[in-house]
């Protein structure tokens, strides 16, 4: 019996529409609910990894739904309940077709860019004399959405989403208040936690009643980057690399086995030993995030578990 949860395919009560998306697979019922399922899929590089990493959707999930909840006195989220580990259940939204990335360093896809030679994304103007994991004096807003071809996410300008009609400009002052303000929450939970929130993508979507609403995860190590904060600015100081609290570990791992996602290229094999050091490093991630030992949901039968707790809760 296989201790990973890599795909479900369960038949729900009421169900109507079923999404497999990269990580999560998403179960529509008629009630205008929806119920998510965090597998143990790892992707890297747009490229979902062929083995399953025990426990990681356990964690992303418990992560996510905590961050919600320490968030929904400032902004109002999708989710209702977690009737298991690895499940959550909330209401159905029209999803926006914009992605919100809310940066504070230089570092990652903004840091490519400048390193570059490009001083504006997305529209914001970058000042001159910066360097890799520099601060920046206010955080950034760089939307992006998809591509008409492909999964890869396009940066665009809040100038070009307004002029094209993809999001109101109403709604979208509410979209730039609600990401600021979860940001602010984001990163006052990581200080007490000893570490910075760099930067972090949010989605959002309407209720059925018009109502906008944070949906899928925030705040964990799939959708966000952290450094530690202690020590920073002496690395900062030095050049030497920043201390990083996300999963940019398993894209080294990868590209030190010479793959990143490019066409021709074969995805490394996953040793029991590497697939067992990222569970560890994804238990130390949930552990640090959240101040919490991590406790460990029964594997022995993932599925049974998992479809007798949603049925459980629908039922009640």
Not at 171 to 195: M, N
Not at 230 to 246: H, I, N, P, V
Not at 273 to 301: N, Q
Request: include cysteine; hydrophobic fraction near 35%; aromatic fraction near 8%.
């Amino acid at each position: 019996m296989s201790k990973t949860l890599t795909s479900t395919q369960f038949q729900l009560p009421n169900q109507v529409d079923f999404y497999k998306g990269k990580v999560r697979e998403v179960y529509t019922l008629s009630n205008d609910k929806i119920v998510i399922v965090a597998t143990d899929r790892l992707s890297a590089f747009d490229v979902v990894l062929p083995q399953g990493i025990p426990y990681k959707g356990q964690i992303l999930n418990e992560i996510a739904s905590e961050m919600l909840k320490a968030s929904e006195d400032i902004v109002p989220n999708w989710l209702e309940a977690v009737p298991d580990p690895n499940v959550s259940v909330g209401v159905k939204c029209e999803p926006f077709k914009v992605e919100m990335v809310v940066r504070n360093y230089l570092v990652g896809h903004v840091a490519r860019e400048y390193s570059a030679g490009k001083r504006e994304l997305c529209g914001v103007k970058l000042k001159e004399g910066l360097k890799l994991n520099d601060k920046f004096d206010a955080p950034i807003i760089t939307p992006t959405t998809k591509a008409e071809q492909g999964d890869h996410d396009q940066d665009i300008s809040k100038e070009d989403i307004l002029s094209q009609g993809i999001v109101s400009k109403e709604d979208y002052e509410i979209l730039e208040d609600y990401s600021l303000k979860l940001f602010q929450r984001g990163t006052e939970l990581a200080e007490k936690r000893d570490l910075l929130l760099v930067d972090t993508k949010y989605e959002f979507g309407k209720t059925p009643e018009g109502q906008i609403v944070v949906i899928d995860e925030i705040h964990t190590p799939d959708s966000s980057r952290y450094f530690y904060k202690d020590g920073y600015e002496q690395r900062q100081a030095k050049s030497e690399k920043q201390k990083q609290l996300s999963k940019e570990f398993v894209r080294e791992w990868l590209m030190e086995n010479g793959f990143q996602g490019k066409e021709g290229q074969k995805i490394p094999d996953l040793t029991p030993e590497v697939v067992s050091s990222i569970s560890d490093r994804y238990i130390e991630l949930y552990e640090k995030i959240t101040g919490k030992a991590f406790e460990k949901a029964d594997v022995i039968s993932i599925k049974t578990r998992i479809l007798n707790n949603i049925k459980g809760y629908l039922n009640s």
